[in-house]
């Protein structure tokens, strides 16, 4: 093992924070590293606010499900995929941008997220930790509003980010053969695996609720997954410009 790997492999969510606040040169580092992700073509189609405004966060928290630790948090960012810089560019040499359809939807939201995991793995490394918010996308619309966002970017999420001032325990991963696939997709000798990291996780919940929460993995995805999830998202983004086609 090398550090790195032991890094990534001790990732825990973190949603209490010291109150001390993140020096200016780490920060620096964090954004630094994030745009040293990948980007498809070198399109860059992200954009990350820094939000400061001690009101917006309030608004923020409470549009994004009462989430305290948005406005606690010593720092706060939202990854939005925005393909108006790409508009932009266009108009600078003279052309039109193409209308924005799945392909560059896609696009621009893998760029924001290979961009916020670069941010958090090196938030993680200089001893901070965080928490992605994807509740900013409760109510898009609203938030939109309080930063300021145009057609052509979109807020994919939030991350609390900070001094840890909390030691939780590990969460467990799904068994590498669940998700990890020779040459062609199959379920062969999944739903074995899976009924033995349902028992994990009834352990894992049981111990850190000192049997408060009784629950398993997929009691809990199939709790999300048998209701629809964000309905409002289509509209949403095809009034921001992305257009499914």
Known sequence: MNETINL??????????????????????????????????FIQAYTIINVVDMDNRKNIAHLAGDQSYVEKCPLFLIFCADLNRSKNSCELNDKIMSEVNTETFILATVDASLAAQNALIAAESLGLGGVYI?????????????????????PVFGMCIGYPDDTPDKKERLPQAVVFKKDVYHTDGDTSLIKKYDAHITDYYEKRTKGKRVDTWTHQVSGLMSKPQRPHMKDFLDKQGFKFK
């Open 8 to 41: 990534l492999k001790n990732h825990k969510s973190i949603r209490k924070y010291k109150d001390q606040p993140i020096e200016p040169e780490k920060l620096k580092t964090i954004i630094e590293c994030a745009q040293c992700a990948s980007t498809s073509s």
């Open 134 to 154: 994807g509740g900013i996308r409760n109510n898009p619309g609203e938030i939109c509003k309080i930063l300021n966002i145009p057609a052509g970017v979109y």
